[in-house]
Nanobody
Framework: QVQLVESGGGLVQTGGSLRLSCAFS????????MGWFRQAPGKEREFVAA????????YHADPVKGRFLIARDNAKNTVYLQMNSLNPYDTAVYYC?????????????????WGQGTQVTVSS
């Protein structure tokens, strides 16, 4: 059984930064690609970023390119999302997820396991 536990969400002003963390347990972390998604009230879950098993390949959605960076530390079984230059449109619940796929990681159905989500609120 895989468990993903997220942390690091909170309140931040426009232009500020946050770093989200997601701890993975239950299976071999380095066997999984990891992703971050976000969901604002009344909207569908939206892809943010993905990273391959080794951490040397990354893919970021257009709205966050140049501002957010996904990373992983396989020694700590943890995936991160560094978020810079935040704006109110980034306000959402952020979820981490694990996938056994090697490709096609931009969709909710590509992922096998999900964290509980952590709230990020950016004030204007």
């Amino acid at each position: 059984q895989v468990q993903l536990v997220e942390s690091g969400g909170g309140l931040v002003q426009t232009g500020g930064s946050l770093r989200l963390s997601c701890a993975f347990s239950g299976r071999t972390f380095s066997s999984y690609a990891m992703g971050w998604f976000r969901q604002a009230p009344g909207k569908e879950r939206e892809f943010v970023a993905a990273i391959n098993w080794s951490g040397d390949s990354k893919y970021h959605a257009d709205p966050v390119k140049g501002r957010f960076l996904i990373a992983r530390d396989n020694a700590k079984n943890t995936v991160y999302l560094q978020m810079n230059s935040l704006n109110p449109y980034d306000t959402a619940v952020y979820y981490c997820a694990a996938s056994g796929r090697a490709y096609g990681l931009a969709y909710v159905n590509d992922y096998d396991y999900w964290g509980q989500g952590t709230q990020v609120t950016v004030s204007s």
